[in-house]
């Protein structure tokens, strides 16, 4: 037998309204997160670190640990370390010489730089793919490449940084999880 308002809506209960906006602040996070690393927007990836600090300092770390808080801040590092490599690593596969490979690095950060100071938002991921695919491109060039090798170079490190966003978009969508599963180990 239904005995008082909540009983008909379970949702107005205090712990499910709790638990409720936890689960909305977290997608909210993983969803802006997301939008930021595509966009080539700081901080990126490390929103998700930041938010986890954030919270350790408000509970005196009694809910999130030392340990976590180190996870995610590698994990992150090492992500945003492969974003940057992984268009250079995959230019050098797709025919490219180091020279071209170390120019589409620097040109994908110089772009993304540039672009995003004066294009805000779109200008930033522009900036990375067509900085990395014309600094390839005129390396690749330069030191002695034909056309074509030089575009399938510039291929490579748009390969690369694409599949660099995909892994990003990934390893976010897990963090997230991995929130959520730290959320539920919470008392209420």
Not at 156 to 161: D, F, L, P, T, Y
Request: aromatic residues 18%; glycine residues 12%; proline residues 2%.
């Amino acid at each position: 037998m239904l005995d008082s308002f909540t009983d008909y809506f379970f949702i107005f209960e205090p712990t499910n309204i709790y638990w409720g906006l936890i689960i909305f602040g977290v997608l909210l996070l993983i969803i802006l997160t997301l939008i930021l690393v595509l966009f080539g927007i700081p901080p990126g990836i490390f929103l998700i670190f930041i938010t986890l600090l954030i919270i350790g300092f408000c509970t005196s770390f009694n809910r999130i640990s030392y340990l976590d808080l180190f996870v995610i801040f590698i994990i992150s590092l090492i992500v945003e370390i492969l974003e940057f490599f992984l268009g250079g690593i995959l230019s050098k596969k797709f025919g490219g010489n180091t020279k071209s490979s170390i120019a589409s690095i620097i040109g994908g950060i110089a772009g993304g730089i540039i672009l995003g100071f004066f294009i805000p938002i779109i200008g930033g991921i522009i900036g990375v793919f067509g900085g990395a695919f014309a600094a390839s491109y005129f390396t690749a060039k330069k030191t002695g490449m034909n056309h074509e090798e030089a575009m399938q170079a510039s291929w490579g490190s748009i390969i690369g940084n694409l599949l660099s966003k995909w892994i990003k978009a990934i390893i976010i969508i897990f963090m997230g999880f991995y929130i959520l599963y730290l959320y539920w180990g919470w008392t209420l």
